[in-house]
């Protein structure tokens, strides 16, 4: 069974975070720079099976697209010309980064980690993939 891993596209940092072997449970892996994250994500394919890619959408609290909305559909059509042979699922992200506060907050973190935006990319990716992870098992 290959991982799943779940990517928080950002123009300027992208936070990864990928399950354990088991599709059990989420954890933050990196926050790379945009323009060097296909180099990573080559990389990391090649040394870890990936089942599938989920990817968080950003969204309006109305549903409607945000102006990121295009960057991330544009590098969705990058992951799926990329690997072609991975799926790749747009989840919605609303949310993500004000959970990541949360959670990091909730789990004693000094407030400088806090405020490392690397990190809460990378949490917020985990949270991306937690809630893809319990949208499959209902």
Do not use: C, W
Request: charged letters at 25%; proline letters at 4%; zero cysteines.
């Amino acid at each position: 069974m290959g991982r799943i891993l779940a990517i928080d596209y950002g123009t300027k940092r992208v936070g990864l975070a990928v399950t354990d072997a088991l599709q059990l449970i989420a954890n933050p892996l990196e926050t790379v720079h945009a323009k060097d994250v296909l180099a990573y994500l080559k990389a990391y394919v090649q040394r870890e099976p990936v089942e599938a890619i989920v990817l968080g959408m950003p969204r309006r609290l109305s549903g409607e697209p945000t102006d990121a909305t295009q960057h991330v559909v544009g590098f969705m059509r990058k992951l799926q010309k990329e690997f072609p042979a991975i799926p790749v699922h747009a989840v919605d992200e609303r949310f993500t980064s004000k959970m990541a506060q949360q959670a990091m907050l909730a789990g004693g973190l000094k407030k400088k980690d806090r405020q490392d935006k690397g990190t809460v990319d990378r949490v917020s990716a985990a949270i991306i993939l937690q809630s893809y992870l319990e949208s499959r098992a209902i």
